[in-house]
């Protein structure tokens, strides 16, 4: 069955960091690359960046550069993103998404269900 | 970045209308455009990529058109199970954003 299946949700104290797993099944991990987007409570969808699973690139939004990293695992298939110096507005679903090029595009075709993170004193 | 907004942010609509949602950039994107929309408690599902290819298994009642800065879902013979909060997407250039959202609800 082809998914993403993410770690579950996380309660963390500002200061903290945070790390979300996102296991892909399915399909050729290797293949696609991996993007993350939040969601605040309430609010639209922020994209923080991408991982190529194949070689560990990656490309981080502006706003999120040195204080997030996304790495992967090949050997078991997962893909991570971890979020340092936590605050009170880091507070989000967490995604992962799969990017799949087709016709001169690319677009997030598989999503994993999100995983919460809360963070709070 | 680019800059996508949404119009309307919410609209009522019954089961049967035909909905249009809009989506412009602020700069030319050609057909990077992707539509997406979420339920309450779920993760984002994708409907259309390429501006107006349809994503498979997606009912066509679905369509989107558009190009360059300008675009358009309509939702044809509006079904229960797309009452929702619909997200246009860019991917022409990094960062990737996406519009604010237009919520979709039953009149």
């Known amino acids: 069955q082809v998914q993403l299946v993410q770690s579950g949700a996380e309660v963390k104290k500002p200061g903290a960091s945070v790390k979300v797993s996102c296991k892909a099944s399915?399909?050729?991990?290797?293949?696609?690359?991996m993007h993350w987007v939040r969601q605040a409570p309430g609010q639209g969808l922020e994209w923080m960046g991408w991982?190529?699973?194949?070689?560990?690139?990656?490309n981080y939004a502006q706003k999120f550069q040195g204080w997030v990293t996304m790495t992967r695992d090949t050997s078991i298939t997962t893909a991570y993103m971890e979020l340092s110096r936590l605050g009170s507005d880091d507070t989000a679903v967490y995604y992962c998404?799969?990017?799949?090029?087709?016709?001169?595009?690319?677009?997030?075709?598989?999503w994993g269900q999100g995983t919460v993170v809360t963070v709070s004193s | 970045d680019i800059q996508m907004t949404q119009s309307p942010s919410s609209v009522s609509a019954s089961v049967g209308d035909r909905v249009t949602i809009t989506c412009r950039a602020s700069?030319?994107?050609?057909?990077?455009l992707a539509w997406y929309h979420q339920k309450p408690g779920e993760a984002p599902k994708l409907l259309i990529y390429?501006?107006?290819t349809l994503q498979s298994g997606v009912p066509s009642r679905f369509s989107g058109s558009g190009s360059g800065t300008d675009f358009t879902l309509t939702i044809s013979n509006l079904q229960p199970e797309d009452f929702a909060t619909y997200y246009c997407?860019?991917?022409?250039?990094?960062?990737?954003?996406f519009g604010q959202g237009t919520r979709l609800e039953i009149k």
């Open positions: 998404a799969r990017e799949t090029v087709g016709g001169n595009n690319f677009f997030f075709d598989l």
């Open positions: 399915g399909y050729s991990f290797t293949g696609h690359y």
């Open positions: 991982m190529n699973p194949n070689n560990g690139g990656t």
């Open positions: 700069q030319g994107i050609s057909s990077w």
């Open positions: 390429g501006a107006s």
């Open positions: 997407q860019q991917t022409k250039s990094f960062p990737i954003t």
